[in-house]
């Protein structure tokens, strides 16, 4: 992926391979691992819900959520290509002459992706059982803990579980990018609305549900996640250009379909109290016939089967960089983990919670977390000692600072709200 092509030379002196479209086309991967995690059952159902009770006034949301990731992401892949670390192992390190502070943050973040793993866990599973039961009529609670086994065989079956998952994720987010694309041009929304609600406003009532829009986009162990799956994909900085081709494109994608959904939601269930997109299947019948329900259905499937294969990587791989473990199936611990994660998520699935609830507690979480991983990733790519000319320019870390701000206003409402 390093060949020899010529090299430009940025503002900085900072000197790049030059990519041709179709180089950087065929050298896309950690991006849409990342989008496939984040466009699950989570991010629907929030999205649903955000345009059945406030139209298309929550679009904004959409828009910042997808700036807030394309810098985040890029933040992180640039420090995994860059130190050729990942992002627990890299805070280890830079702390290692601090060992109270080190201790601190190894637990404040252990406890938080954990916490917020199994409840992603539980309502990725909660989701695509939903979207199962809806097609086959098999009671959801049966589908969840099948589909937990499966999860357990798809993450253990191979020896190459990224490169496996970024094959599985290019699928099925094709799939929601279809399904859920073609659902909003077939609602026919008002177009003159939609621009409106690009305009930053909180409804009253509003704040808990912007929290959760933003929430499942900017996810804490996706930047983990991407700083461990881009320093595997690259090893040279020169490749910066096709990480951050990659990063923009895939997230892009993620917020089309995303706003395509919430679109939907607001032209045709809007006012109605939902549990997720297969609600929206009913309204959709005068259009899409007897088809409306499968072809939801198959959009839910397919988010559920992108997010929850994520999840318990998610949470092993940032253990593994905070304990020293291994990223493979030889370190029990590591193997553990996936198991334990998906254990927990498959009992929140038979709990008999509400999807929408178990969504909303894991924003809480991530309201707490989120903030904290933020603020972390700016000042470690900011630091010329770790990342040297690769460092974060001013307008990134001003742009970084001001996303970090913004999650901690919303986190800190986003959690008001919930309790």
Same mark, same amino acid.
């Given at each position: #992926?390093?060949?020899?092509?010529?090299?430009?030379?940025?503002?900085?002196?900072?000197?790049?391979?030059?990519?041709?479209?179709?180089?950087?086309? +065929?050298? #896309?991967?950690?991006?849409?691992?990342?989008?496939?995690?984040?466009?699950?059952?989570?991010?629907?159902?929030?999205? =649903?819900?955000?345009?059945?009770?406030?139209?298309?006034?929550?679009? *904004? /949301?959409?828009?910042?959520?997808?700036?807030?990731?394309?810098?985040?992401?890029?933040?992180?892949?640039?420090?995994?290509?860059?130190?050729?670390?990942?992002?627990?192992?890299?805070?280890?390190?830079?702390?290692?002459?601090?060992?109270?502070?080190?201790?601190? #943050?190894?637990?404040?973040?252990?406890?938080?992706?954990?916490?917020?793993?199994?409840?992603?866990?539980?309502?990725?599973?909660?989701?695509?059982?939903?979207?199962?039961?809806?097609?086959?009529?098999?009671?959801?609670?049966?589908?969840?803990?099948? *589909?937990?086994?499966?999860?357990?065989?798809? @993450?253990?079956?191979?020896?190459?579980?990224?490169?496996?998952?970024?094959?599985?994720?290019?699928?099925?987010?094709?799939?929601?990018?279809?399904?859920?694309?073609?659902? #909003?041009?077939? /609602?026919?929304?008002?177009?003159?609305?939609?621009?409106?609600?690009?305009?930053?406003?909180?409804? +009253?009532?509003?704040?808990? =549900?912007?929290?959760?829009?933003?929430?499942?986009?900017?996810?804490?162990?996706?930047?983990? @996640?991407?700083?461990?799956?881009?320093?595997?994909? *690259?090893?040279?900085?020169?490749?910066?250009?096709?990480?951050?081709?990659?990063?923009?494109? =895939?997230?892009?994608?993620?917020?089309?379909?995303?706003?395509?959904?919430?679109?939907?939601?607001? =032209?045709?269930?809007?006012?109605?109290?939902?549990?997720?997109?297969?609600?929206?299947?009913?309204?959709?019948?005068?259009?899409?016939?007897?088809?409306?329900?499968?072809?939801?259905?198959?959009?839910?499937?397919?988010?559920?089967?992108?997010?929850?294969?994520? /999840?318990?990587?998610?949470?092993?791989?940032?253990?593994?960089?905070?304990?020293? *473990?291994? /990223?493979?199936?030889?370190? +029990?611990?590591?193997?553990?983990?996936?198991?334990?994660?998906?254990?927990?998520?498959?009992?929140?699935?038979?709990?008999?919670?509400?999807?929408?609830?178990?969504?909303?507690?894991?924003?809480?979480?991530?309201?707490?977390?989120?903030?904290?991983?933020?603020?972390?990733?700016?000042?470690?790519?900011?630091?010329?000692?770790?990342?040297?000319?690769?460092?974060?320019?001013?307008?990134?870390?001003?742009?970084?600072?001001?996303?970090?701000?913004?999650?901690?206003?919303?986190?800190?409402?986003?959690?008001?709200?919930?309790?």
């Amino acid at each position: #992926m390093g060949d020899n092509k010529a090299s430009k030379s940025s503002a900085n002196g900072v000197l790049y391979h030059k990519y041709t479209l179709k180089e950087k086309l +065929k050298n #896309m991967g950690p991006g849409i691992l990342v989008v496939g995690t984040f466009m699950g059952p989570g991010s629907i159902t929030s999205a =649903t819900r955000a345009g059945a009770d406030f139209g298309y006034t929550l679009l *904004w /949301t959409v828009v910042f959520s997808i700036i807030a990731v394309i810098v985040l992401q890029e933040m992180a892949s640039r420090f995994g290509i860059v130190t050729q670390t990942g992002l627990a192992d890299g805070i280890v390190s830079y702390l290692k002459d601090r060992p109270t502070v080190k201790a601190i #943050m190894k637990a404040v973040i252990a406890i938080s992706i954990s916490l917020g793993g199994v409840a992603y866990m539980g309502g990725d599973l909660t989701g695509t059982a939903m979207g199962v039961s809806t097609i086959s009529g098999i009671p959801s609670n049966i589908v969840a803990a099948v *589909w937990g086994c499966c999860i357990l065989i798809i @993450i253990n079956i191979s020896n190459d579980i990224l490169g496996t998952l970024m094959k599985l994720l290019s699928v099925t987010v094709t799939i929601m990018a279809i399904v859920f694309t073609v659902t #909003m041009i077939v /609602t026919k929304p008002d177009v003159s609305e939609v621009f409106a609600g690009l305009v930053p406003r909180i409804p +009253k009532g509003a704040a808990l =549900t912007c929290g959760a829009m933003i929430g499942t986009t900017v996810v804490p162990y996706n930047m983990f @996640i991407h700083a461990t799956s881009s320093k595997r994909t *690259w090893s040279d900085p020169k490749q910066l250009p096709l990480s951050r081709f990659d990063t923009t494109v =895939t997230m892009i994608i993620g917020g089309i379909i995303t706003a395509a959904i919430m679109i939907s939601a607001g =032209t045709v269930i809007r006012g109605l109290e939902v549990n997720s997109a297969a609600d929206m299947a009913v309204a959709l019948e005068p259009l899409l016939g007897r088809f409306a329900k499968p072809f939801l259905c198959i959009g839910m499937i397919a988010a559920g089967v992108s997010a929850s294969t994520g /999840t318990p990587l998610g949470v092993s791989f940032v253990l593994s960089g905070l304990f020293g *473990w291994k /990223t493979e199936k030889s370190d +029990k611990r590591y193997f553990f983990t996936n198991i334990i994660v998906l254990a927990i998520g498959i009992i929140v699935a038979l709990s008999g919670f509400q999807p929408v609830k178990i969504i909303m507690t894991a924003q809480a979480v991530n309201g707490i977390f989120l903030p904290v991983v933020v603020f972390l990733l700016i000042y470690l790519t900011s630091r010329k000692s770790l990342m040297g000319k690769y460092k974060s320019t001013p307008i990134q870390t001003f742009l970084g600072f001001l996303v970090g701000l913004v999650t901690l206003i919303v986190g800190i409402s986003s959690i008001i709200s919930f309790f």
